[in-house]
């Protein structure tokens, strides 16, 4: 049986649920259950699966990326905005309720789609991020970029605000210093970093008056550059480590057909849930395709075994200790 099978026949087929199903098609459609994680946040009795660290900051463990979305490093013209815009509107009425953006994306492209997206939802049952860019690092640009984000946004805040990819050209106590500005605006609630190796993430940390609660990296099951250090750094010092790109080059081996057949579920599930089932790390994947929805939604209630996470750990063929963005 596989994983969307599995699940759908879990679904509770009681009085309440056919009501419910009555008044809302689309989660029919989709074989998603009504509240718990899969109910849309608005309907009430909302439990999104939350990771939280001891500075009492909170976010969703799973949540949706952007990265092509309205293209790629340029806008394409010929995207398929509608369908994206949909696509993000899926996912958030199966409960994943972060949406993870960038400046850079599709030359601020991506945050006009998810913009338009979220235009319906009530803004503080969302979890938005986005990121800037590393050509607008100074104290001014990094004001205007915020800024500018905000307005594709069309919101007034932001959740999370990130530092995106390092550079060398402006001193990191002045790129912290202007997120800091913003946090005390009130326009982001809280500033992380993203692709920082630990000797750089130590500085932002005490440079900040803000705490960094999040660091953004390559990590999956496959790329383990984090795991020669970052990761337990950020365990032990109360920093989220967040996983992007979980899926991209997670190849299917003999191992993961056999815990796919033990736990019932497919190969993306066990990539997601092998990242959330490990200490203080969160992650999120890009689904243009709303079919990809349900499956990986459904990766929240997934959870693997202390040993079988050890076990992809150490024997998950292919594994390399690389990253697409090298951490520094
Ligand atoms: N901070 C950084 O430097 C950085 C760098 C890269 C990415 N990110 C963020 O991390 C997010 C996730 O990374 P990513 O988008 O590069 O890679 P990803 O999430 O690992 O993979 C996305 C790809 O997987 C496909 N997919 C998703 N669910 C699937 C499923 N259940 N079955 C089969 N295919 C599935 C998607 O297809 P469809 O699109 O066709 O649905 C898409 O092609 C990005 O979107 C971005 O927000 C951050």
Redesign the pocket.
């Given at each position: 049986m596989r994983g969307w099978q599995l699940f759908f026949s879990s679904v509770p087929k009681n009085q309440f649920y056919h009501s419910f199903m009555a008044t809302r098609p689309s989660f029919f459609r989709l074989g998603l259950r009504p509240g718990g994680f899969y109910g849309f946040p608005g309907s009430g009795g909302v439990d999104v699966r939350q990771k939280t660290l001891q500075c009492g900051f909170t976010m969703p463990a799973l949540g949706m990326?952007?990265?092509?979305f309205g293209g790629r490093d340029t806008r394409n013209p010929d995207n398929d905005d509608a369908g994206q815009i949909r696509a993000l509107q899926v996912g958030i009425e199966a409960g994943l309720t972060l949406i993870?953006?960038a400046e850079y994306y599709a030359e601020g492209h991506a945050e006009t789609l998810v913009g338009q997206a979220i235009a319906d939802y009530p803004r503080e049952k969302l979890f938005l991020t986005s990121?800037v860019w590393k050509t607008h690092l100074d104290r001014d640009s990094v004001l205007w970029a915020a800024e500018q984000s905000l307005r594709r946004l069309g919101t007034d805040y932001l959740d999370l605000y990130?530092y995106?990819?390092v550079s060398e050209e402006v001193p990191l106590l002045e790129t912290i210093g202007a997120m800091n500005e913003l946090v005390e605006q009130g326009l982001v609630r809280n500033i992380g970093v993203?692709?920082f190796a630990v000797p750089r993430l130590q500085r932002a940390m005490a440079c900040s008056s803000a705490p960094i609660v999040v660091n953004?990296v390559?990590y999956?099951l496959v790329h383990r550059e984090p795991e020669l250090g970052l990761l337990a750094f950020c365990q032990e010092h109360d920093v989220m480590l967040q996983a992007?790109?979980?899926?991209?080059g997670v190849v299917a081996s003999e191992l993961t057909d056999r815990l796919c057949r033990q736990y019932g579920c497919?190969l993306?599930q066990l990539a997601l849930a092998w990242l959330l089932g490990q200490r203080q790390v969160t992650t999120?994947?890009?689904?243009?395709?709303p079919k990809?929805v349900p499956?990986?939604a459904a990766a929240v209630d997934l959870v693997l075994a202390e040993s079988d996470i050890e076990l992809l750990r150490t024997d998950m063929p292919g594994l390399k200790h690389t990253s697409a963005?090298p951490l520094r």
């Open positions: 990326g952007t990265w092509e993870d953006t990121k990130l995106h990819q993203s692709n953004q390559h999956s992007w790109r979980p899926l991209r497919t993306p999120m994947t890009a689904m243009r395709n990809h499956e990986n963005v």
